[in-house]
């Protein structure tokens, strides 16, 4: 041991040693347990008083670096390496906690993380099985595809013109009319509603929603500082609408056909009655129309196919239909608020997936996309009457919900209130996933939100037994 203070430097001679044995037990020169030469021999080493090295050592042993033994001396402390660690990295869980954006609910991780084990049996997944994904279709379309030098480029702000201009046509067969000038292309519908959350509102603005919503499992608005009211279906709409709204500024989000997690489709009179209420209160509206492919019966039409006055931010995509994974969706809004969300996704990704984009526009185009969602319907409806069979047989003195009319959900309410963490828990334990209804109403105790879509008829069978079986204790 050469080293000494350095009496020239602006540190304190005491700083410096206890900066020079931290160095030491840091770089593993002093392992844990390693015995400290005696008070005296220090002092006579460093050139300093005892009562400077009896300093630094009570500072060491304080911070838990060393530890003194009773007639022994003192030693490096066994958690010295811990402490040493906690101290030179960032304190990364308050920059965690201070952040923006609010976390998901901890049984949406587990959800998430859930997801990936294979042996699980997926009850609530909001996602098309992989059997029912057209994959070796995509594969086959590729080879298909023609590709011009800058098809795979960076694409335009607001996407490729040649899918935007295939979407006008597709959008026509809902009614809606529109032009490529119209249309924004994003990386699905989620990125839709957060560019619409940092676009076009206002902190503190706020957002009407349904009850249940989706939103609140998702959390766009919530993170930019926006209050969620929920609008019960049996509420006088015009005056709630009114009485909240006040001088705040404010926007309605809606999933009128096959909602998300009840998959109730709304009446044309419902349809009717929302447009016309927001329409008078200038309020506007967010459509998102992400399942509507997907009804099994009779169509009904989007609110955007009333709107003569730009009233309507309509939302699609192709999660639901054809693949997640591509990560395609548009919005179809007026001019001004498309290029000032394409302005926003230019800042956030530079575009979405150009060549997600070339399959998309080339699936709608020939036709392959409709052709593939006529039968995706009929397997969905096969499905369903699966489930509604199962439910009939075993959950009807328990629980009730109601037929399907198309998507991916059945909202099962149970009579009494026993769906909670808990129960949650106790699936998983049985590896059965369920997504319960707190996550999109943090009161709701009574609602599965149950997939047909994702686990195959036999998991499906077997799920739903062990749900029963935990149901009934
Ligand atoms: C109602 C609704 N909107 C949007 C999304 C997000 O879709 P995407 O994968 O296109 O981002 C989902 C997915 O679950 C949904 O159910």
Known sequence: MHWKPDRQSHLTVHVQIVEWMKTRIE????????????????????EVNRSTINLVLDELKADGLLESKIGSGTFVANNSWNVLLDKS??????????SIHKPNYHTIQLINECEQNDNIIRLGTGELSPELLPTKQIEHSLKSLSLESRAIGYSEPQGSKKLRSILCEYLKKRGIETAPENILIVSGALQALQLIAVGLLE?????????????????????????MIPVQR??????TLRVAKRKRQSLFYCVPTLHNPTGRNWTIEERKALYSTCKQLQIPIIEDDVYHELLFESSSPALKSFDQSGQVLYVGSVSKTLSPGLRIGWIVAPEPVIQRLADIKMQTDYGSSAFSQEIVAHWIATGLYESHILQLREQLKLRATFVEEILEQQFQHIATWEKSEGGFYIWLRFNEPIVNKALFLNLLKKNVLINPGYIYDTSDLHHIRLSYAYASLEELKEGLNILMELTRR
Not at 29 to 43: E, I, M, S
Not at 203 to 221: T, V
């Open 27 to 46: 770089r593993g020169d002093w392992t844990v347990g390693t015995k400290l030469p005696t008070q005296r021999h220090l002092a006579a080493q460093f």
């Open 89 to 98: 990295q960032p304190n990364w869980q308050q920059h965690i906690e201070a």
């Open 234 to 239: 049996d509420d006088n709409l015009t005056n």
């Open 203 to 227: 902190e503190g603005a706020i957002i009407f929603q349904e009850h249940p919503s989706y939103l609140n499992s998702i959390h766009p608005f919530q993170s930019a500082g926006m209050r």
